[in-house]
């Protein structure tokens, strides 16, 4: 792919309204990582990155990066397809129920809009972050471990590693405006997983 492609692939996934965008983190002239961290700056369009590189920081730098979720080459077609129609599965209803919006104090989940507020202000979250933040809202209260937030929100914690959940989290913690130490929303359960505040202010 050329660099000029390159830049019209950028300009379609920002402006083309695409369901989900598939980036190799190898392009001419320009890193992956650069080019998911321009789109998630504009749009929360869903991203699965294809990459060579399977060392755990690049994958926790693909994650911080915006990206969803990322394949490993080489894959089988059938592990890339099963990536996306999960991915897009949740994006476009398995959380999309009136009935799941959340109003936790200052916080609030509404997944029929799949927007995000704290103190009345809007957040913008990427696609995996919103359904992470959804699927724990919905159980105020209850700890999750990293393995049944994989299950819940990627669908197939075989493919997944449990330090991807940690990237999300902290993300997550980051757009709330939350503190790790003395968290308003999400708390961490040391040794087991993660939880909303069921009392948050």
Do not use: N
């Not at 080489?74 to 129920?97: N, Q």
Request: hydrophobic share 45%; with cysteine.
């Amino acid at each position: 792919m050329r660099p000029l492609t390159v830049r019209r692939g950028l300009a379609a996934a920002l402006d083309g309204a695409p369901d989900l965008v598939l980036l190799d983190i190898m392009l001419p002239g320009i890193d992956g990582e650069q080019v998911c961290r321009s789109i998630r700056e504009r749009s929360v369009v869903p991203v699965i990155m294809l990459t060579a590189r399977d060392t755990d920081l690049d994958k926790v730098t693909m994650l911080g990066a915006g990206a969803d979720d990322y394949v490993v080459k080489p894959f089988s077609p059938p592990e890339l397809v099963a990536r996306a129609r999960a991915l897009l599965r949740r994006v476009s209803g398995a959380l999309s129920d009136p009935a799941a919006g959340v109003s936790t104090g200052a916080l609030v989940v509404d997944a029929s809009t799949r927007e995000v507020r704290v103190d009345g202000a809007p957040v913008e979250l990427t696609a995996k972050e919103f359904d992470l933040l959804a699927a724990m809202a919905a159980e105020p209260g209850v700890v999750f471990t990293r393995g049944q937030l994989l299950q819940r929100v990627w669908g197939f914690s075989d493919f997944v590693e449990e330090r991807g959940v940690d990237v999300h989290i902290r993300h997550l913690r980051e757009k709330l405006g939350d503190d790790a130490v003395a968290p308003r929303f999400l708390e961490t359960v040391r040794g087991v997983g993660y939880r909303i505040r069921r009392d948050a202010p």
